[in-house]
C-alpha cells in the first residue's frame, strides 16, 4: 500500500469521525461535560496518530509518481461533479420547499457544507482506492 | 473502429536482465512498484519520458520494450 492509498484511508477514516459528530447530537444533547473530555481526548488522539504514518517518509523508495497523480486528479474530478451535483440538487430542493420569503437558517447552511464537505471527502477517497484497486488486482507477478 | 493496444516486453526484459526485480525497475525508472506491475500487466500507459525510462533501464530501444498495435474489430 502506497502513500496516496493510505491518505485516502485516512480520509475515510476521518468521514467515520466525522459522521459520529451529528450521531452524538442526535443520541444524548446532555452528556456531562467531564465524560465527553474523556471520550473526546482520545478520539482526537486516534484522529491525529495517523497523521505520523502518513508522513513518515522511507528515503530510498518514491512515494508518488505520475500514475498516482493521475489517478488523483480523476478521483478530484469525480469528486467535485458529484459534489457540485449534489449541492445543486440540495439547493433546489431548498428552493421549492422554502416558505415564500426565500430564507434558510445558518444551521441549514452549515450542515449543507458540513455535508458538502464529508461527501468530497469519501467520494475523493473511495475513487483512489476503488481506481487502486481494480487496477491492481492481478498485476503483483 | 480499430482498437488500439500497448504491448510491452518488460516482464521478459526483467528476466533477461539478471532477473531484475520489479522494485529495482521502478528504482531505475523512478516510479513506485505499484507503477511497474500496472504496466507490466498492460493496466496503465505510461508516458512517453517514462516509456523512455524503462527502456534505457534496460540499455535497449524503446521499441524493444514497447509495441503499438492496432487492432481491427
Known sequence: MNRT????????YLV??????????????????????VIGYPLVILLVLPIWFLTKKKKTEVDMDERDKAIIKKAC????????????T???????????????????????VFFAFTAF???FSSAILIQYGWRDKDGAK | MAQNELKNQIRRLRFANDEMTQQQLADKAGVTRQTIIAIEAGKY?????LAFRIARAFRVPLEAVFQYEEEPS
Open chain 1, 5 to 12: 492509498q493510505k491518505a485516502a484511508l485516512y480520509g475515510l
Open chain 1, 16 to 37: 467515520a469521525f466525522m459522521l459520529l459528530i451529528p450521531l452524538v447530537d442526535l443520541v444524548d444533547t446532555k452528556i456531562n461535560p467531564i465524560l465527553l473530555r
Open chain 1, 77 to 88: 474530478i469525480i469528486a467535485v461533479g458529484i459534489v457540485t451535483g449534489g449541492l445543486l
Open chain 1, 90 to 112: 440540495v439547493y433546489t430542493f431548498f428552493i421549492f420547499m422554502s416558505s415564500s420569503d426565500n430564507k434558510i437558517t445558518t444551521s441549514t447552511l452549515q450542515g449543507v
Open chain 1, 121 to 123: 471527502l469519501l467520494v
Open chain 2, 45 to 49: 500507459a505510461p508516458s512517453l519520458p
